[in-house]
């Protein structure tokens, strides 16, 4: 499996205290997913969030479930996030800086992952969906927000990579719906619901069940 780069970690790492200041941009369809969410939680949920961030979603599920880590690459990020913890008096929260393709459970798992608005930042979105599945209890399930960036304007699609040569933008894998749902089902989940947005920029969500063996 590929793991994420260097300059990527540093990317998101400049990038924190901006990332961190920024509003939702569609508090509405956030909510939504809030609560999509919380359908698949319950009070003894143990979770895993890859890219998470600065938290601020693990730290809002953090009142519905047992415990969650929350993980990225980048160390900056992860510090708001434990100073918002600390401010809320939130203690089931953990964050660890690692990328998912290098975290090892040791033999834990989980009832529910996280990866919000990342996969499509991930430089092998197969294998990390594999890696959930890894890391997913029976019947466990995988949360995802992801940008169908193969389905955006042709002009976006050139400006990425331009963007990309001059450090403006970090690693970017382009997939389409058709592609989301087809690596879920190859690597073994079900879709359980999804909502879809109106623009291709925005985030897709599906909520898929780890499919028994």
Known sequence: MRTASKSDQRFWDRLASKYARQPISDQETYEKKLAITRK???????????????????????????????TDLAENMLDVGRV????????????????????????????????????????????????????LKPGGHFIQSTACLKDASFILRLAIPVMQAVGKAPTVSF???????????????????????????????????????
Do not use: W
Request: hydrophobic content about 40%; overall charge negative.
């Open 40 to 70: 698949y939680l319950t009070p003894q949920s143990s979770i895993f969030e890859f890219g998470c961030g600065t938290g601020s979603t693990a730290l809002l599920h953090a009142p519905h479930v047992d415990y969650i880590l929350a």
């Open 84 to 135: 918002r913890a600390a401010e809320a008096d939130i203690q089931n929260v953990d964050f660890q800086r690692i990328g998912i393709e290098e975290f090892d459970p040791a033999g834990h798992s989980f009832d529910v992952v996280l990866g919000l608005n990342i996969l499509h930042l991930c430089r092998d979105p197969d294998a990390v969906t594999r890696k959930v599945r890894a890391l």
């Open 175 to 213: 997939l389409s719906e058709d592609d989301i749902l087809s690596m879920l089902d190859r690597n073994g989940f079900d879709l359980t619901e999804s909502l879809r947005t109106d623009s291709s920029m925005s985030a897709n969500f599906y909520v898929a069940q780890k499919r028994q063996a």
